[in-house]
């Protein structure tokens, strides 16, 4: 009797010292949820400032009266006029056109003709 509490005893022993190395192994499932409520929250967080910044920028838009607006799609047109006439000009001048005949096609003085290809011509160097 006295060798079976002592077996009892050591097997005990033993059992909790394994389960003592066991634990030191097993993940914390508390922490886990932890470090994803973390993850999470700053995903919130980082959303919440991508939206406020969006907010802010369309508060600003509406903000703007007509008159600016209007300014800003004429300057938009404006660009792509110019930018429209210069291709226009480019592709008469690679098809040979003097420039007295460009600025016939054109509406434009051979002046700004010239002011264009020399431009053009700049950028290629």
């Known amino acids: 009797m006295d060798h079976f509490i002592e077996y009892t005893m050591t ?3 033993f059992l909790s010292l394994l389960l003592l190395i ?3 192994f097993a993940k914390d499932k508390i922490k886990a949820l932890e470090e994803q409520i973390d993850q999470l929250t700053m995903s919130f967080v980082q ?3 991508q939206l406020k910044k969006k907010l802010k920028v ?3 838009e509406l903000l703007m009266n007509d008159e600016d607006i209007m300014e800003i799609v004429r300057k938009k047109t404006l660009n792509d006029s110019v930018q429209l006439e210069r291709e226009q000009v480019l592709s008469l001048y690679k098809r ?3 420039y007295e005949q460009i600025a ?3 509406s434009l003085t051979t002046e700004e003709v ?3 290809l020399q431009q053009y011509l700049r950028g290629m160097n």
């Open 11 to 13: 097997a005990l022993v």
């Open 22 to 24: 066991l634990s030191f």
């Open 47 to 49: 959303e919440t400032y």
């Open 58 to 60: 369309l508060e600003e």
């Open 96 to 98: 040979g056109l003097s």
């Open 104 to 106: 016939k096609e054109t």
């Open 114 to 116: 010239r002011m264009i």
